[in-house]
């Protein structure tokens, strides 16, 4: 059974720091890019960026510079770190897999889709 899990989100304060982890399991990890979403409740989903296998990294304007992320294959684990962090950057975050062209097609269009997903990480920042 092919699963992603996240961890890491919680309540920080405007300017602070967070780093988003996603577990996977099921699948062959190094066969898939991963990347990472988040969406407010009542609005498009947003890509943010996401890692191919060979460790190639796309991000989206919006966190470039911000945010950074990574993968361990020791581990079938990606990490997000996010620094700098704004309210406006409230939002559940999840992450998904895919081959590298579709999962990219989905970060910079919101009708692309992803194979597999998790189910979200709450992120607050407060003012």
């Known amino acids: 059974e092919v699963q992603l899990v996240e961890s890491g989100g919680g309540l920080v304060e405007s300017g602070g720091s967070l780093r988003l982890s996603c577990a996977t399991s099921?699948?062959?990890?190094?066969?898939?890019?991963i990347g990472w979403f988040r969406q407010v409740p009542g609005r498009e989903r947003e890509g943010l960026a996401c890692?191919?296998?060979?460790?190639?990294?796309y991000y989206a304007d919006s966190v470039k510079g911000r945010f950074t992320i990574s993968r361990d294959s020791r581990t079938n684990t990606v990490h997000l770190e996010m620094k700098n962090l704004k309210p406006e950057d409230t939002a559940v975050y999840y992450c998904?897999?895919?081959?590298?062209?579709?999962?990219?097609?989905?970060?910079?269009?919101?009708?692309?889709?992803?194979?597999?997903r998790g189910p979200g990480t709450q992120v607050t920042v407060s003012s």
């Open positions: 998904a897999a895919d081959k590298w062209l579709k999962l990219l097609h989905a970060i910079v269009a919101v009708t692309g889709e992803y194979d597999y």
């Open positions: 099921g699948f062959h990890f190094d066969d898939y890019a």
């Open positions: 890692i191919t296998q060979d460790t190639s990294t």
